[in-house]
């Protein structure tokens, strides 16, 4: 099974730091993506990638911005964080458009608090 | 703009009580219709893909159809197993997915 795994479950980090989220998939997939997840507005995706040093805006990209340096890897970056970025993030990946059949495979999740 | 609209928000049933979730979508050039669940604190789980309008698919107690301009989860018999968020997503262009908000459901007992 293809596993997606996010480097942290729980963070929490003060206001104005730079906050790295990282996200690695096992199984050589071409498309890597990142949303979070709010409470009454569902998952918003916020960057994607379609290849390595490839990224793509999503619909809320204001504040972040992402890296991927290795097909593998994907990582999320906030420059400056605030509280209005507290979120649940979550990465996923996926074969698309080659294999839709499996959809996307999320991982865990981070839950990010910003005090 | 691609919407995806899921009701109801909440859905309370007891074992054995059957149900159908909605699943709303106004999507230009829609390429597939995904079903997930996700459980709390974890991230969604892949359930299914639905391509054309007639398209049913079935797992479990689980059946997923869709039309033009809905999807229905079907939950025949449901255990306190199934309890979960349910989401739809539709595929636009570009594999993006735009994602509902979810239709939390709670199987008592």
């Known amino acids: 099974d293809v596993k997606v795994t996010q480097s942290s479950r729980y963070l929490v980090k003060r206001t104005g730091e730079k906050v790295f989220l990282e996200c690695v998939q096992d199984m050589d997939h071409e498309n890597m993506f990142w949303y979070r997840q709010d409470p009454g507005l569902g998952l918003r995706l916020i960057y994607f990638?379609?290849?390595?040093?490839?990224?793509e805006k999503g619909d809320i990209p204001e504040g972040y911005s992402v890296s991927r340096e290795k097909k593998e890897r994907f990582s999320l970056i906030l420059e400056s964080a605030s509280t209005n970025q507290t979120s649940m993030y979550l990465c996923?990946?996926?074969?698309?458009?080659?294999?839709?059949?499996?959809?996307?495979?999320f991982g865990s999740g981070t839950r990010l608090t910003v005090v | 703009e691609d919407q995806v609209t899921q009701s109801p928000e909440a859905l309370r049933l007891q074992e054995g009580e059957s149900s159908s979730l909605n699943c709303s979508y106004t999507v230009s050039g829609l390429r597939g219709l995904f079903w997930y669940r996700q459980d709390p604190g974890k991230g969604p789980e892949f359930l299914f893909t639905?391509?054309?309008a007639g398209e049913e698919k079935e797992k479990e107690r689980l059946k997923a159809t869709l039309t033009k301009k809905e999807s229905f989860l079907h939950i025949t018999a449901p255990k306190p197993e199934d309890s979960a968020t349910y989401l739809c997503a539709g595929e636009t262009s570009g594999s993006r997915l735009t994602f509902g908000e979810g239709t939390q459901l709670t199987v008592n007992p």
């Open positions: 639905l391509y054309s």
């Open positions: 996923a990946s996926s074969l698309y458009p080659d294999d839709r059949e499996h959809g996307y495979t």
């Open positions: 990638s379609y290849d390595v040093k490839m990224k």
